[in-house]
C-alpha cells in the first residue's frame, strides 16, 4: 500500500516563499534522479495565498518514504526551510483505495 503525506508550508513573505520554491527545486532534482520508491513529489502554489506552498508525496510503502529522509538532497532540505518559513503542518496519509500509481484497489 502507498504511504503519503501533505505538508502545508507557511513562508515568512512572498520573497522567502520564491527561494523556498528554489529550494525545493534543487531537492527535486536529487528526488528524481535518485528516489525510485518516491512516486508523486509535487509542490503546490494556493491561489490567493501567495506565501503559502502545500506539498503533496506519495512513496510506494513506509519504507520508501524512511529512504527519502535519509538522502542527502533531502536533508539539505530539511535543514535550510526553516529560514523561508513562519510554519509547517503536516499530515500522514494511508491509502485505503483509489486510482494512480499506488492504488491497489482499483476502486470500489
Do not use: C, W
Not at 41 to 60: G, I, S, T
Request: proline share 5%; aromatic share 12%.
Amino acid at each position: 500500500m502507498g504511504f503519503g503525506l501533505v505538508v502545508r508550508f507557511v513562508a515568512r513573505d512572498v520573497t522567502a516563499a520564491h527561494a523556498f520554491d528554489e529550494l525545493t527545486r534543487e531537492a527535486l532534482e536529487g528526488i528524481r534522479a535518485k528516489e525510485p520508491g518516491t512516486l508523486i513529489y509535487v509542490n503546490h502554489a494556493v491561489p490567493d495565498e501567495p506565501r503559502v506552498r502545500v506539498f503533496y508525496e506519495l512513496y510506494a510503502d513506509r519504507e520508501a518514504f524512511e529512504e527519502h529522509e535519509r538522502q542527502p538532497h533531502v536533508r539539505r532540505f530539511l535543514s535550510e526551510r526553516g529560514q523561508y518559513l513562519e510554519s509547517f503542518e503536516v499530515t500522514f496519509l494511508d491509502e485505503i483505495d483509489g486510482k494512480g500509481p499506488a492504488a491497489h484497489g482499483g476502486g470500489r
